[in-house]
């Protein structure tokens, strides 16, 4: 399994998952065009029609602002489960997330039904545009995209939120960003991955020293905000002796947080389990199963 992380972080979130001739997205924070272009720094082309599907987490802009877009650029279906809005249904779609930088534009409704039942089809087209097929999953319930199985579990932040496991029957990779807390749910989900991409958000003391007011700072510190450093170990030290070997970081606040406090933090409790720190928008192609990833581009 191949997997291509092209953003991490408030500026917009994308990772590409390869594997068995399937192609999968794991959110679409960032533009078809910025999308192809790091893929092509990669040495990956993507085509229309080469994508199998389009996951998103939630509806926050940096997970979801440019969905619509991408599904209608490489003609792909958009998988949602039922705590997102369908992206022509207008400003749910479209919410900021904390300290977020990149939203993208309105689009009309035309048509924005939300359907009962797992992976249900809709048509639904943006102002102008080609339709895009909108299929709907239940939360907790595995989905299959050709040779990939997604399984997913909610977890606490300020949307309707999950973390996802992609399979290929070999090795499977887990997704964890913009959680609140770590909940048994969630331990359980990547203590079945090889590897996964978990956020570290922020420095517990640099938020608290920040100038950000006092009520980001308890947004992005609650139960339903962002892991801080030390949340991230200990979900770490919860892993070892799992089947997770390794932990690329991601999500850092550009604010709060440095690569070096992150990885200090996490490393300590990780034990034996690797842990890398992923850049905010420079790409990288990281392979599950090797003993160490293959990284392009990281300034670190
Ligand atoms: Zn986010
Ligand atoms: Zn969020």
Redesign the pocket.
Known sequence: MRVFVLGSGSSGNALLVESCGTRVLVDAGIGPKVLASRLAELGVELHAGALDGIVT??H?G??FGHADKIATTFAAPLYLHHGIASPAGGRRGRRA??DLVDVAPESKIQNSELLDGSTLASAVTTDGGPPIDVRRYDIGRALRIGELTITTVQVP???A?VAIRVDDGDSALGVA??VGRVTPGLVALLAECDAAVVEANHCSEMLAFSEYPEVVKRRVSGGFG?LSNDQTAELAARLVGSRMARLWLGHLSRSNNTPARALEAVASRARRIDVDVLSETAPVALDVRSVKPYQLGLPF
Do not use: R
């Open positions: 987490t939630h926050h940096d997970h997330d904390l932040h300020d949307a939120q960003t913009d962002h």
